[in-house]
């Protein structure tokens, strides 16, 4: 069975149980003939549409705002008459009646808490009106962790609402660990982020105010143009908010870049940009072509007698833009390419393209990857693809 197959066995396969609990109290308690079919495909409808409106909260994490948000829609889901929700210290939301019940929630699941295992308590109290009389607790847990426990209470002892009640914290639990997945890639994709600011050398900030400085007295209005240009440079490199960026702003950052480098190195670097219009309102990762100029510039300038010539393209491509960066350098053996993709290439070698290809990878799919056409003594040309619409995907 593939992954992806897993996966929607992981997720549907408890909400069906669940649907098949409602499914058995409604179609006890016939209804109506309605317009989308029978009363079972009808109930079938109502408690995946239930299900999915509690998805959203859920994803967020385990909170008393998406516990709020979500014990209503649990509660229907389960069909019974109170429900909540708690973490491992207290009673994060409550829906339905009996509220007063809520007091004794964190003493009735201490032991669930410890053991993972789902528990059936008398539920009892002195108010005679009360429906409450027997609860059940199930266990919330992300990768074997239990962070917390779905409670669902009912009139009398119920073996049916007991396998419910753990199949719907099951499939809750499925929701908060993707929840936690996306926390993570967050955190991953913030922590590549700061690997290549860290990449900005010291050399060329170094190389590049001592650019600056050799004009101040034979061209003050240059340097200063260059020194605009280096703080808008570093502010864009370390700025703090977004992950993502549109093209428009990477290839200008990349040309203030390229200002600070030509600077240095004068004629001996001959640059050629080619940009439609058109694609540059396209949104990407942030801080994903600069490090591809850098290496072509690296490798452009090594062993250079005469002029390097860097051609940075970014083209419409239908559904996607072509962005290609390609140098007439010294380039590489296609294995030491391989090796350096593979994170095997040593702590300084190709850091910043195995980090850009494994951003696009996480961000768009693997057919996102670099592509990269290099040889020995033959150049290098990186060519990325990125989609003009992503879910998910906005620049800032």
């Not at 032991?111 to 059936?120: C, F, I, K, P, Q």
């Not at 982020?193 to 209005?221: C, G, M, W, Y």
């Not at 020194?227 to 428009?248: K, M, N, P, Q, V």
Request: aromatic letters at 6%; one cysteine or more; a negative charge.
């Amino acid at each position: 069975m593939s992954g992806a197959a897993l996966a929607v066995l992981i997720v549907l396969g408890p909400l069906l149980l669940a649907g098949g609990f409602v499914l058995g109290r409604r179609t006890a308690r016939p209804e109506r003939t309605s317009d989308v079919g029978t009363p079972v495909e009808h109930a079938t409808f109502e408690t995946l549409h239930t299900a999915s409106l509690a998805t959203p909260p859920l994803r967020a994490g385990l909170t008393e705002e998406s516990a709020r948000k979500a014990a209503r829609r649990l509660r229907s889901l389960l069909g019974t008459d109170a429900l909540c929700l708690t973490d491992r210290e207290r009673v994060l939301a409550w829906d339905g009646v009996g509220e007063h019940h809520g007091k004794h929630v964190m003493d009735h699941v201490r032991g669930l808490l410890d053991s993972g295992r789902d528990t059936a308590f008398a539920g009892g109290c002195g108010d005679l009106d009360c429906p409450l009389r027997w609860g059940v607790a199930a266990p919330l847990t992300v990768d074997h962790r239990v962070l917390g426990t779905l409670v669902a209470y009912a009139p009398r002892e119920s073996a049916v609402l007991a396998r419910a009640a753990g199949e719907v914290a099951r499939w809750v639990s499925v929701q908060l660990e993707l929840a936690e997945l996306d926390r993570s890639r967050t955190r991953l994709i913030e922590a590549e982020i700061k690997a290549l600011r860290a990449q900005i050398s010291p050399h060329f900030i170094f190389n590049s105010l001592a650019a600056i400085a050799s004009f101040v007295r034979t061209d003050p209005e240059r340097a200063r143009e260059l020194l605009l240009e280096f703080a808008d440079f570093t502010r864009y490199s370390f700025r703090r908010h977004g992950d993502f960026t549109t093209l428009a702003d990477e290839l200008h950052s990349i040309d203030q870049y390229l200002a600070l480098v030509r600077a240095r190195f004068g004629e001996r670097l001959s640059v050629t940009l080619q940009v439609a219009p058109e694609v540059l309102p396209v949104a990407m990762p942030f801080l994903c072509l600069q490090p591809l100029v850098e290496n072509a510039v690296k490798h452009g300038l090594e062993g250079a007698v005469t002029t390097s010539r860097i051609t940075i393209s970014a083209l419409d491509a239908g559904a996607e833009a072509e962005v290609v960066i390609e140098d007439d350098g010294v380039g590489m053996e296609p294995e030491r390419l391989r090796r350096i993709l593979r994170g095997e290439g040593g702590a300084s070698t190709g850091i910043g393209l195995l980090n850009v290809d494994e951003r696009l990878r996480q961000v768009y799919g693997d057919e996102y990857g670099l592509v990269i056409e290099t040889g020995v003594d033959a150049g290098t040309k990186i060519t990325v693809r990125i989609p003009k619409y992503r879910a998910g995907v906005h620049g800032t």
